[in-house]
């Protein structure tokens, strides 16, 4: 999304920049759950739960009894 865009839906440059921040943090913490804290009606909904590697989760799983 580009600023013009985001302008016509409501959301300033502001806004903008933070989801931008906040869609590379989610990629740096596939692991984590990555949110924005606001009470802002454009930011409340950027909330991503962690991303499980499935991978990883057999080599745990293997060495339960």
């Known amino acids: 999304m580009d600023f013009p865009d985001s302008a016509m839906r409501g959301s300033g440059l502001g806004d903008l920049s933070i989801i931008h921040d906040w869609q590379k ?16 009606e454009h930011l409340y909904n950027c909330d991503r739960s962690p991303l499980l ?6 080599k745990l799983n293997q060495f339960q009894y």
Request: glycine share 4%; aromatic share 10%; proline share 0%.
């Open 25 to 40: 943090l989610c990629n740096i913490n596939q692991g984590r759950r990555v949110y924005i804290w606001s009470l802002d």
């Open 53 to 58: 590697d499935i991978s990883r989760n057999k």
